[in-house]
């Protein structure tokens, strides 16, 4: 017994000190190291900027208050929202066998490279009070636009395709070989998946919602234009920090930090739960 | 109750027939494309056939008519297990939860599943590792944990896909022989480019080529007396069945044959059957001296072209020899010739 394979999922390895890395050409530290600098510097720098004697009473005020509270409840609700409709999505993008596939595929990545704004405007063409599908919603007593709904309409729009890209490639990566042999053992489709398919592109699962919430929590240009910005029922943190900057820039550096520790914290912590699978 | 697939994929140049009687294995016995993973495709149901039928015990599995599929069976209702060349664990399972997930995807109590696998987990010798993930095993652990996890599933029809193709050659014997004492009574189809594995596993043996079955029958006739020139050059073995002695075979007429056991705790007496390759046959008109341990007197029925060599066929082997040869010794039909082969050429083997 002297053959001892690699675990098909591929694990964080920790580099041994003995290695020497090829294809590493020295002067690209120079570069990578202006990059990370470029990335860290304006976060550093907002730091620098914040009233820390006040920091408590700015982001405990009433409206402060009411957009973070608004944003976690949105942001929440669209990432489940993206959950449920992109994990079908990517799935049958990644192993479904129909015409049109492959642009379908480049169509669900439309929203990732449209300005927000513009998918703000197209969701109001279809949701709007003289959308689409505004008008036959009205009748029915639906009115989506500027309210929370539109909240989260817009952060899905937007976030659904972080979810969708980093799990399908999750799944093509993983291949369909452990999938056929569960099936051969009397796994019905819904079983594989649940089973065997999700538990393998776990890892992609996690970044993918990690990805979506963050989106989802940043969302700022088609939240203003397809819901408004109403305390409490559509201002979320990063409409209540814009608005901020003009009255208030001290507040809206405080809140600005809120924004950059809540991502650091979920990035934080996906990181170390994907690490430890 | 048997399986039988008669099935035309246009797509893979594909059209075969069949059959395996219900507990006895059959071997698939051809080159890398031949056909052999598009045969058990459509056996486990990955593949639709364009035309054709497959029935296990008396259930049509599927049934085509000018591509248009009349029945269908989705696979996972097929109990047709699958066994491919990597074990393809399940690498967020325990060996054991690998082993239990074939009773439990069927529905089963999770203490019947539990059951399942603790007997198989011991029957495959693997309890020690049972708690542990796959990254963590070797090759030939590997696969005897697929192997036990195709097994605890309880198919009707097992599909071995060049099972010990992947593993090391240290590690191959032992586990064929463990395949070989598993399959008893398991109907099974093998699919393999190693006659070893045909030899040893399979009942019966097709050998296929470009989609199609180019000869088909028992084992030892079809690996020793290929009727097709193709059947010849995939196959194509020295057998001589008889009796242990310890250091060879004496067979029924008393004749003795020098060789190797396939592993060393062969009783004396057990029905074994010594292996060559005619490659490894010389021959010669009279009795050479020196000491090559096994001589065979015989008259030559056959001279046929075999790549750069002439296969010979005597009324008791078949030999490879230079064109050379051929010629020196006038090796014609009817000529009186003695062959010789090293005991070290010939593995023994219980078959």
Known sequence: MTTTRAPATSRRTTRDPAEVPAGLPRWAYVPAAAGGLFVLLPLVALGTRVDWAGYWSLVTSESSRAALALSLQTATTSTLLCLILGVPMALVLARGRFPGRDLLRSLVLVPLVLPPVVGGIALLSAFGRRGLLGESMEVLGLQVAFSTTAVVLAQSFVALPFLVVSLEGALRTAGERYDVVAASLGASPTTVLRRVTLPLVWPGLVSGTVLAFARALGEFGATITFAGSLQGVTRTLPLEVYLQRETDPDAAVALSLLLVAVAVAVIGLTHRRGASR | ?351
């Open chain 2, 1 to 351: 109750m048997t399986f039988e697939l008669t099935a035309v994929v246009p797509s893979r140049g594909f059209d075969v027939t069949l059959d395996v009687d219900e507990g006895s294995t059959l071997a698939l016995l051809g080159p890398n494309g031949a056909g052999k993973s598009t045969a058990l495709g459509l056996a486990a149901g990955t593949l639709r056939p364009h035309d054709g039928e497959i029935t296990l015990d008396g259930t049509r599995l599927a049934h085509a008519r000018a591509g248009r599929t009349e029945a269908w069976v989705a696979p996972h209702r097929r109990r047709v297990a699958l066994l491919a060349q990597d074990p393809l664990l399940f690498p967020h399972l325990s060996i054991r939860d690998n082993i239990s997930f074939g009773p439990r995807a069927q529905g089963r109590p999770r203490r019947e599943a539990a059951a399942a696998a603790a007997r198989w987990l011991d029957a495959m010798d693997l309890v020690h590792l049972a708690d542990r993930r796959p990254g963590a095993l070797s090759g030939g652990q590997g696969q005897r944990v697929a192997i036990a996890r195709a097994l605890a599933a309880a198919p009707r029809l097992l599909l071995l896909d060049e099972p010990l193709a992947a593993l090391d050659v240290d590690v191959t014997p032992a586990l064929r022989q463990t395949l070989r004492r598993l399959l008893v009574g398991q109907t099974t189809i093998i699919a393999t480019h190693e006659v070893l594995d045909a030899l040893l596993l399979a009942d019966e043996v097709a050998v296929v080529d470009d989609g199609r079955v180019v000869e088909r029958g028992p084992t030892a006739e079809v690996l020793s007396r290929p009727r097709s020139a193709f059947a010849a050059s995939i196959a194509g073995l020295n057998l001589v069945s008889g009796t242990w002695t310890g250091d060879g075979v004496v067979t029924a007429s008393g004749g003795v044959v020098h060789g190797y056991a396939s592993h060393p705790e062969v009783p004396v007496g057990a029905a074994m059957t010594a292996v060559f390759r005619p490659a490894a046959v010389a021959l010669h008109l009279t009795d050479p001296h020196g000491s090559p341990r096994n001589t065979f007197r015989g008259t030559v029925r056959s001279v046929e072209p075999r790549g750069d060599l002439l296969r010979v066929r005597t009324d008791q082997l078949a030999a490879d020899v230079t064109p050379q040869a051929v010629a020196e010794l006038s090796l014609v039909p009817g000529r009186a010739v003695v062959g010789t082969v090293k005991a070290a050429e010939v593995d023994v083997y219980p078959v």
